[in-house]
């Protein structure tokens, strides 16, 4: 095998992509930013028992391991930084008050999460902690769209779902609570047969609102038939409010679409749940939502609400970046030259100076003016190329 060969699902990123996430990532986290948000920057690495700590069977699979040779203790690659941010928050930070905290870094994945993804995502995201209120999920949910919008997507659909509504039906049906893991598997797959035979000895009112829910999906009006076909219960009540509350802050700025059987996340998460598509992608490219009992396990219980996206994603969405504007010098060691340079450069100007004998041949930049000495060879003149 040729030693420059990379593992499957896993490339390098060239020049001209590689300034599309860049830029990209700057955009959203300067946003971050004016929102309040503060980055933190989590280890690569850590105890494998702390990275997995409030995550679902599904983190784990997800999770590459390894051993410390320092301590022997098993060690895991991060695929997903979230459970990271919430530990820093209940354990280091320690704060009493709201606290907001964003971050942007490589997850890894054992395996890809769909057919062209790469296991090595470029995540970003933002997280909310100590508000358990309603105002909470709707900011993160603005800065969500905030950044698809700095991105240059406009075409955005707002997909949401409430975990409320299948943990009130199962609280009223011991036999169903047994079979959690199975019928969220079936509802995520709207697997209506499956979901029959399951369901087949449940109390009839459970039994009728589980079979019901594959169905509701669609518009806002969907809350509306919710309403009317499951059983009137507090957690569903609450749940659906909550729903209709985030889908009407979102009018104008998205598509809006309820599914109440879109569960993807259903162990880790604790209320509402969102996700983003845009056009040309089949998947969703934003994912969050409201995680209240992650930071119990690192001793703290504190609400809270966020959302991630993978920038290596996006920016494969986005068109080839225009090639930026530059200035060509000569090579030289003339102190004039040289000044001119550094002032050019510190006025944010791109200034490449040539290589003796090499052609000028770039990729990413675009020289269109040269620095050239003026007719009388005294001074150092910008010169346009045409």
């Known amino acids: 095998m040729p030693n420059w060969l990379l593992p499957e699902n896993i490339a390098d990123v060239l020049p001209s992509e590689a300034r599309k996430i860049e830029e990209l990532r700057r955009l959203m986290l300067d946003n971050f930013r004016l929102y309040g948000y503060e980055l933190v920057m989590p280890p690569l690495l850590e105890y494998l028992e702390s990275l997995l700590t409030g995550a679902g069977e599904d983190t784990d699979l997800r999770t590459f391991k390894l051993v410390d040779q320092l301590s022997g203790r098993m060690l895991g690659l991060r695929p997903d930084m979230t459970t990271q941010v919430a530990r820093i928050d209940a354990h280091l930070l320690n704060r009493a008050s709201v606290t907001r905290l964003c971050y942007a870094g490589s997850v890894l994945h054992t395996r890809p999460s769909g057919l062209h993804a790469t296991r090595e995502p470029l995540q970003i995201g933002a997280e909310m902690y100590g508000h358990a209120g309603l105002e909470a999920d709707a900011e993160i949910q603005e800065l969500a769209l905030a950044s698809l919008a700095l991105a240059g997507f406009t075409d955005v659909r707002l997909d949401l779902t409430h975990v409320g509504v299948l943990r009130a039906l199962l609280e009223n049906c011991p036999a169903a609570k047994k079979d959690e893991a199975k019928l969220y598997a079936a509802l995520r797959a709207k697997d209506v047969p499956d979901l ?143 000044e001119k340079i550094a002032e050019l450069r510190k006025s944010g100007e791109v200034v490449i100076q040539s290589m003796p004998g090499h052609s000028h041949e770039l990729d990413e930049f675009e020289c269109d003016r040269a620095l050239v000495l003026d007719e009388h060879g005294s001074n150092w003149i910008l010169k346009n190329l045409g």
């Open 196 to 338: 029959q035979a399951l369901t087949a000895d449940y109390a009839p009112l459970v039994r009728d609102a589980l079979l019901a829910l594959p169905n509701l999906y669609g518009d806002i009006d969907v809350l509306k038939k919710a309403r009317e076909v499951l059983p009137d219960l507090p957690g569903i009540a609450r749940a659906l409010a909550e729903l209709a509350a985030l889908a009407a802050s979102a009018i104008g700025r998205a598509q809006v679409a309820i599914d109440l059987a879109d569960l993807r996340g259903y162990q880790y998460e604790s209320g509402a749940m969102f996700a983003l598509y845009v056009p040309g992608l089949p998947n969703a490219v934003v994912r969050g939502g409201r995680y209240d009992h992650v930071g119990e396990a690192f001793g703290r219980a504190r609400p809270a609400t966020g959302f991630s996206l993978d920038l290596r994603e996006l920016a494969r969405l986005l068109p080839t970046a225009e090639r930026k504007h530059s200035i060509r010098a000569p090579w030289g060691n003339a102190p004039e030259l040289k």
